[in-house]
T-cell receptor, first 118, second 114 residues
């Protein structure tokens, strides 16, 4: 069963507008972490933001914020005042706390391709 | 500067040949990981290592091998047994202690089998 779902394969957004990228997850663990990464066309995976399941406040990093709704199991990434350089693939990932054999695997979504229009 | 380096950036291989992809980190991270990414898809874990001289298989380990003789280095060998090795390969590393145990990535190696 899919544990991380990103329902938007692609999005077009006008420059300077805010954009929300959706991510829903499925876990029975109480303790888990959620990550967002950006992958530009160069290929490198860039860490953007992290939210722990016990964090009471939504995470923020500059223009990035994470809209964490625990009951709905969603962890949407919000980018404020989008820029042309934000055009990239965006991946949501989850690390569950119930490690098996100390397994530190991340579970990855399929990604959303964001294109910012000038 | 601290970071993760991967080499080469592009690699071409003939069918039947083994090739080794390099991954080095100077972040003093305990854990290192190898992922494969196919076009338009997310990442799939090949192997990971939490400590020197120890590593575990990920979801798609068949046809790959790794070693972890030094904390800084985690090379990946794509063997001739890997049926479809053309892909983008990403190496990552992370601390194991503390939160978050964020994985940081290298620039990747694009492997093409001719």
């Amino acid at each position: 069963a899919q544990k991380i779902t990103q329902t938007q394969p692609g999005m077009f957004v006008q420059e300077k507008e805010a954009v929300t990228l959706d991510c829903t997850y499925d876990t029975s663990d109480q303790s888990y972490g959620l990550f967002w990464y950006k992958q530009p066309s160069s290929g490198e995976m860039i860490f953007l933001i992290y939210q722990g399941s016990y964090d009471e406040q939504n995470a923020t990093e500059g223009r990035y914020s994470l809209n964490f709704q625990k009951a709905r199991k969603s962890a949407n990434l919000v980018i404020s005042a989008s820029q042309l350089g934000d055009s990239a693939m965006y991946f949501c990932a989850m690390r569950e706390a119930s490690y098996m054999d100390s397994n530190y695997q991340l579970i990855w979504g399929a990604g959303t391709k964001l294109i910012i229009k000038p | 500067d601290g970071g993760i380096t991967q080499s080469p950036k592009y690699l071409f291989r003939k069918e039947g040949q083994n090739v080794t992809l390099s991954c080095e980190q100077n972040l003093n991270h305990d854990a290192m990981y190898w992922y494969r990414q196919d076009p338009g898809q997310g990442l799939r874990l090949i192997y990971y290592s939490q400590i020197v001289n120890d590593f575990q298989k990920g979801d798609i380990a068949e046809g790959y091998s790794v070693s972890r003789e030094k904390k800084e280095s985690f090379p990946l060998t794509v063997t001739s047994a890997q049926k479809n090795p053309t892909a983008f390969y990403l190496c990552a590393s992370s601390h194991l202690a503390g939160r978050p145990d964020t994985q940081y990535f290298g620039p990747g190696t694009r492997l093409t089998v001719l």
